[in-house]
């Protein structure tokens, strides 16, 4: 049975990740099913608000010594997950997005963490410029993804995590892979739209702007300026670096 360690509120505003953690430590005990689960960030989970001085996930590998919290934090993380065998960080967005895998990382054992969570939907959102301040899963000494959900704050978004981190404790146990959707679809995400919010596009439906055709991620996001990440579908053996 491999260690897994859980990460919730890596963004403080991200909630139902938390919700779902305390949820499921009374229904499956810790020591029983062989995981841990931890709030990523704890100052912003505090007071509500996805950070408090840097966006913890692009902060990692941190330093310890460094006189921002975040960076402090992802440096206690990093050292932290040390302890497991992979790491699962939990996500909510504001868009109608449903469950799907982010893949910061897109080594060949972190696209078989990610197809081991039998989701239908993969991402592999990987930048070169997160090498050196990135993404958690990206700088964790283990196999490590992230699981992205919305719309964040909705029993929806309750419902969809409870289920797949549940199935992945319960699979994990029983030392079998998850028997999820048989349409696995890797997507990757290659660039971003920017203007103002455009309410027609949908996330992983096909579309098409100024002759270049795309599927849309997060397209009812946070970050002011960009509509949507721009994702192509792939075949995922493509795309181990
Ligand atoms: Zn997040």
Redesign the pocket.
């Known amino acids: 049975m491999r260690k897994i360690l859980f990460i919730a509120a890596?963004?403080g505003n991200?909630r139902d990740g938390v919700k779902v953690m305390r949820q499921l430590e009374k229904e499956l005990p810790k020591e029983k099913y062989g995981y841990d689960c931890i709030i990523g960030n704890e100052k912003a989970f505090s007071a509500n608000t996805?950070f408090t001085e840097q966006d913890l996930?692009r902060s990692a590998p941190g330093d310890i010594n460094s006189s921002i919290y975040e960076v402090r934090r992802a440096a206690e993380l990093i050292e932290y997950g040390k302890n497991f065998d992979v790491v699962i960080d939990l996500?909510?967005?504001k868009t109608d997005s449903g469950i799907v895998t982010i893949i910061p990382y897109p080594t060949e054992e972190n696209i078989r963490l990610a197809k081991s969570a039998g989701l239908s939907r993969n991402v592999v959102w990987y930048s070169e410029k997160s090498k050196i301040a990135g993404p958690l899963a990206q700088h964790m000494p283990v196999p490590a993804i992230?699981f992205?959900c919305g719309p964040k704050g909705t029993k929806k978004a309750f419902d969809l995590t409870y289920a797949a981190v549940r199935r992945f404790i319960e699979a994990n146990r029983s030392g079998q892979e998850v028997c999820g959707d048989k349409n696995v679809e890797f997507y990757n995400v290659y660039g971003k739209l920017y203007g103002e919010h455009d309410p027609a596009l949908r996330d992983f439906v096909l579309t098409e702007k100024g002759g270049e055709s795309f599927y849309p991620f997060l397209s009812g996001n946070e970050y002011s300026g960009i509509v949507c990440y721009k994702m192509e579908k792939t075949e995922n053996d493509k795309m181990f670096i």
């Open positions: 890596t963004h991200e996805r996930n996500h909510g967005t992230e992205e």
